[in-house]
């Protein structure tokens, strides 16, 4: 029997576009939206890592939200993804974020705490009760300090609002001891093995570099559908030197706002700080790796116009991404 899935399969962890002083770039937004949309993403994640989630403020999460369900109309699902290391604030975020028309929201281990995991599944299951949206549970551990243990996650399965994890672990025995064991929906969080994922029953992923080429990963996910294996890793094999310069070198919004600035589909690279552009040396590898992207569905990178002064450095914003 399928499983209903209220998420999508294609999510783009989205970019929050930047003005050169760091302010959001609303137009940019919005034009960033339609994009990956029309590439093929059936949902957005909204002001997660690579959102820059931990230097936007809580109006503009909100307002994130609110502007991707209007350009969305309907044709791809809007996913909440700025949670918090405070339980508290991190419900009241997550129930404004469904009063601004969020789809679903998901919620990311607590960072820096590193509770046991009675109190990871404690703050799961307190988010989960004040919302009635779907939810996922974000596992990352090289940025929160702690996994999501298995036995949290069978526990927390058992909720009838935690309905899917967004796996950044790369622990595939994990990954399907879980699914043999409930109906949790899986989420492959790395953007290199979006394939191996989904070959072992994961329904879909939430990337990075989907911002720049949600089309090859459209056409992954569905050539999976149809036990189409050799199609899937055709597409696949093409993405990994793209992968690789936006995964490898520096952090992925980085790398992303980089290269979607010098294909002039965003008006500036700028990211807050302590994230900056990436230096001389980075950005050639960056390039490096770009100059052996070939034939990758809507992507030309024959106009591609790198600025690294663009890109240098890193913003202060207006007003700090203050949590209340």
Known sequence: MAIDNPFGQVLVALITPFTAEGEVDWPN??????????????????SGTTGETSTLTDAEKLRLVEV???????????????????TAHAIELH????????????????YYNKPTQAGVLTHFRMIA??????VILYDIPGRSGIPIRYETIIRAAKHPNIRAVKDAKGDFSEVSRVLNNTELLYFSGDDANV??????????????????AAAPYRQIVDAVNAGDLATATAAHKLLEPLVRAV??????TVAAKYILHGLGRISSPRVRLPLVGPEDGEAAIIEDDLNLVRDIPGLDF??????RNAAAGGALPK????TR
């Not at 339609?34 to 993403?41: C, H, K, M, N, T």
């Not at 369900?69 to 044709?75: F, H, L, N, T």
């Not at 995964?247 to 992925?252: D, E, I, K, L, Q």
């Open 129 to 134: 009760d004040a919302t009635d949206l779907p």
């Open 247 to 252: 995964m490898t070198h520096v952090p992925g």
């Open 95 to 110: 129930k404004s974020s469904a009063k601004a028309g969020a789809d679903a929201v998901m919620i990311v281990t607590p």
């Open 68 to 86: 991707a369900k209007s350009v969305a109309a309907g044709r791809a699902k809007i996913v909440m993804g700025g949670g918090s290391n405070e």
């Open 302 to 307: 024959n106009n591609f116009r790198p600025d």
């Open 319 to 322: 007003v700090a991404g203050a």
């Open 29 to 46: 937004v919005e034009q960033h939206i339609d994009d990956v949309i029309s590439a093929g993403a059936d949902g957005i994640v909204i």
């Open 195 to 212: 394939l191996p994922h989904l070959a072992i029953g994961a329904t879909g992923l939430i990337g990075v570099t989907a911002n720049i």
